[in-house]
């Protein structure tokens, strides 16, 4: 999200079903989106991470890719963040696992058709990949990307100002406060 060539590109490693990844994306992301990645100090890469004790979590990553193959990616990451208490494991809801009708809300009826048909094969609920599921190529390049920092939690996320790499950050940290070392970065010279 946002323009490639910011000053600040920060790469987000995260899982649907994770409650810091939503802590995060509620109290940090969003404001951020709203702010500094619509004023292009900030270019926002979403990295899909599911992690094996999640349930759900790649399902719902197989969503948001359908969803960013038809150009509505911020729309079902919202989607499914501003709803993953009534659809993850450790939500109240039942049946659990149960995230289409959100997915459905966030898009139009024909976009969530499109999606419906990207997301052939690949309904089934499991961290495995799946042959037929044509959006999981997707997902393992960013879980490939991931073992390379390594991630071993979520979310985790890297900045990179002006090409220059900062070490890679574990849970969830208040805009504030990220605001705050953006602000001192982007007032260096």
Not at 45 to 53: E, N, Y
Not at 120 to 129: A, D, L
Not at 137 to 159: C, M, Y
Request: charged share 25%; with cysteine.
């Amino acid at each position: 999200m946002g323009n490639p060539n910011a000053p600040i590109k920060m790469e987000v490693f995260d899982d649907y079903e994770c409650p810091a990844c939503d802590e995060l994306y509620e109290e940090t992301l969003k404001p951020m989106i709203d702010s500094y990645v619509a004023e292009g100090k900030v270019y926002l890469i979403h990295r899909d991470f599911p992690l094996p004790g999640h349930m759900y979590s790649r399902r719902a990553a197989r969503w948001v890719n359908a969803a960013a193959r038809i150009g509505k990616f911020e729309a079902v990451e919202r989607a499914l963040f501003d709803n993953q208490m009534a659809w993850s494991e450790y939500g109240t809801e039942n049946p659990k696992g149960v995230m289409e009708p959100f997915v459905k809300a966030a898009l139009t009826p024909s976009e969530f058709q499109r999606a419906q048909r990207l997301m052939r094969g690949c309904e089934v609920n499991t961290q495995e990949e799946i042959k037929g599921c044509a959006l999981d190529s997707d997902i393992q390049h960013d879980i490939a990307l991931g073992e390379l920092i390594p991630v071993a939690r979520t979310p985790t996320f890297v900045i990179t100002y002006r090409g220059e790499p900062y070490p890679p950050i574990v849970g969830a940290m208040s805009w504030p406060l990220l605001r705050q070392f953006f602000d001192q970065l982007l007032s260096q010279k």
